[in-house]
C-alpha cells in the first residue's frame, strides 16, 4: 500500500511556531500579545501593554466548542489590536512533551486553520503552583474566589515570563 505523504501534511499543516525574538521581529510594534493558559475547563486569557513591558489578567473563558472558544480569543485580539499569542505548553518536568502539551499544539494548529496568527509557546511548568501559592500567601484568597482568578492570573504569570525571558535577550 502507498500512502501519498503530501496530501497528508497538507491536511496537518504544522502551526508555525516563532521564537519570541521572531514574535517580536515580525508583529507590529506598539501592539500587545495576548497570553493563554490552556486548561481543561478553562481558557484563562491575560494581554500586555502595548509597550510589551506588562502583563495583566485579563478574562477567563469557559470552554465550550472549539470554534466558539476559537472566536471567543480572536475576538479579544481584534478588541485589544493584539498582534501575537504566547500560549502555555504544559511540559513536563524533564522537559518531554504529554497529552496536555500536545493539545496546546493542537489548539493552536486549529486556531491557525481559522486565521492565521503569530503564535510562540511558553514554557508553563509550576505556572499554576506557582500563581496558587501566591494567591494563598501573599493575597490569602480563600478556595472559592481563587477559583475565579487562578487561570487568568497563570496566563499572565506565563505572559510576563515571556516578555521578560524577551527583553532579557535583548539586553544581553
Known amino acids: 500500500m502507498h500512502f501519498d505523504t503530501r496530501s497528508r501534511q497538507s491536511y496537518r499543516q504544522a502551526v508555525t511556531v516563532m521564537t519570541l525574538e521572531e514574535l517580536a521581529a515580525s508583529t507590529p510594534p506598539g501592539t500587545p500579545w ?88 511558553q514554557d508553563e511548568r509550576l505556572s499554576t503552583s506557582a500563581v496558587e501559592r501566591f494567591l494563598i500567601e501573599d493575597l490569602d484568597l480563600n478556595r472559592k474566589r481563587r477559583a475565579n482568578v487562578v487561570d487568568r492570573t497563570a496566563a499572565a504569570w506565563i505572559l510576563q515570563g515571556a516578555l521578560d525571558r524577551l527583553r532579557d535577550a535583548a539586553a544581553r
Do not use: Y
Not at 52 to 69: E, G
Not at 89 to 117: I, K, W
Open 34 to 121: 495576548l497570553g493563554l493558559d490552556l486548561g481543561e475547563k478553562t481558557i484563562g486569557v491575560a494581554a500586555s501593554d502595548a509597550t510589551r513591558m506588562i502583563a495583566s489578567p485579563l478574562v477567563l473563558i469557559r470552554k465550550t466548542k472549539f470554534t466558539q472558544d476559537a472566536e471567543a480569543v480572536l475576538k479579544l485580539m481584534d478588541g485589544r489590536n493584539a498582534s501575537a499569542l504566547i500560549i502555555g505548553l504544559p511540559l513536563n518536568m524533564d522537559g518531554s512533551e504529554g497529552p496536555r502539551a500536545q493539545s496546546c499544539r493542537a489548539f493552536a494548529r486549529n486556531l491557525q486553520r481559522l486565521r492565521t496568527v503569530p503564535v510562540a509557546f
